[in-house]
Nanobody
Framework: QEQLVESGGGLVQPGGSLRLSCAASGSFFSINVMGWYRQAPGKQRELVATITGGSSTNYADSVKGRFTISRDNGKNTVYLQMNSLKPEDTAVYYC?????????WGQGTQVTVSS
């Protein structure tokens, strides 16, 4: 059974850093795009960053220059390095994997940026 396991969330002060990980386990077939989305309270889920199998990346304007997405194809894992965090980055962060036969979401990990 396919499963996405996220880790790395937590509480951090403004200006701090966190690294999120999302490992895809099970019989994932031909993973194409991997990405991170986030949803703050009372807001819609929004794209944070995506990365293709060829390592082409795309970022939301609000995180450009602060966040870096990367992936390890051998481990079917995607990472999100978040630096210079701001209170407005507070949200539940979700991993998404797109394969040739469907899309899958992780369960979400809470990121809270507060002093």
């Amino acid at each position: 059974q396919e499963q996405l396991v996220e880790s790395g969330g937590g509480l951090v002060q403004p200006g701090g850093s966190l690294r999120l990980s999302c490992a895809a386990s099970g019989s994932f077939f031909s993973i194409n795009v991997m990405g991170w989305y986030r949803q703050a309270p009372g807001k819609q889920r929004e794209l944070v960053a995506t990365i293709t199998g060829g390592s082409s990346t795309n970022y939301a304007d609000s995180v450009k220059g602060r966040f870096t997405i990367s992936r390890d194809n051998g481990k079917n894992t995607v990472y999100l390095q978040m630096n210079s965090l701001k209170p407005e980055d507070t949200a539940v962060y979700y991993c998404k994997v797109v394969t040739t036969i469907g899309s899958y979401w992780g369960q979400g990990t809470q990121v809270t940026v507060s002093s």
